[in-house]
């Protein structure tokens, strides 16, 4: 079926290292692909998307690369801080049926001072 | 402005017991979502709303019932709680032909234990 998923669950950084999330998507129909940010107890914090006919965009301290050739999606983090540490998800939306989200399965960034 | 309101925050439900979490905006935002989120797991889609009057089944519908009569309001009713249904539920809005996700707002969330 359609999904959203991430290959690594967990990941652990040094404090200054850069951060890349890895994720993989089936559905090629997808208008948006979005990073979260996830701290405990909160609901997702919106940190970046990307549309389906780009292949990277740039933020603060952050990238995101899409690779529609083998439906890869990346989040990179330059010098991860101690405040970086959360679950990442990975999300695509469809601009049909309502701009519903379909999310991944999360991972969970350490950052290690 | 408030945003996407939850209430309430923390419930604990006995099985076989009902209750409905309440979800308001003050956006205008046509559309409205309900998310359920299990331990260590991202967000799955209840029931969606496009505008007032009107709500479609998303991915975990089974157990739950919407209604939409005010733009501004979208209950999530649970009629007889299982102790699967215990979950983070997250709801959400966002306008209508925005152009990125970054117009989705979510609620703070409501945590909900069926014992």
């Known amino acids: 079926g359609e999904s959203v998923g991430l290959h690594l669950p967990t990941l652990s950084v040094q404090e200054g290292d850069n951060s890349i999330i890895n994720c993989a998507y089936s559905?090629?129909?997808?208008?948006?692909f979005i990073w979260y940010k996830q701290e405990s107890g909160k609901g997702p914090q919106f940190i970046i998307d990307i549309r389906s006919n780009m292949d990277k965009r740039q933020g603060q301290r952050v990238t995101v690369l899409l690779n529609k050739t083998v439906k890869h999606l990346s989040l990179q983090i330059a010098a991860t801080q101690p405040g970086d540490s959360a679950v990442y998800f990975c999300a695509e939306i469809r601009e049909t049926s309502g701009s519903r989200l379909t999310f991944g399965e999360g991972t969970q960034l350490t950052v290690n001072p | 402005n408030a945003g996407v309101t939850q209430t309430p925050k923390f419930r604990i439900l006995k099985i076989g017991q009902s209750m409905t979490l309440q979800c308001a905006q003050d956006m205008n935002h046509n559309y409205m979502y309900w998310y359920r989120q299990d331990p260590g797991m991202g967000l799955k889609l209840i029931y969606y709303?496009?505008?007032?009057?009107?709500?479609d089944k998303g991915e975990v519908p089974n157990g739950y019932n919407v209604s939409r009569s005010t733009t501004e309001d979208f209950p999530l009713r649970l009629e007889l709680a299982a102790p699967s249904q215990t979950s983070v539920y997250f709801c959400?809005?966002?306008?209508?032909?925005?152009?990125?996700?970054?117009?989705?707002?979510f609620g703070s969330g409501t945590r909900l234990t069926v014992v």
């Open positions: 709303s496009v505008g007032a009057g009107i709500t």
């Open positions: 559905n090629s129909a997808s208008d948006y």
């Open positions: 959400a809005s966002r306008e209508r032909g925005q152009s990125s996700a970054e117009g989705y707002t």
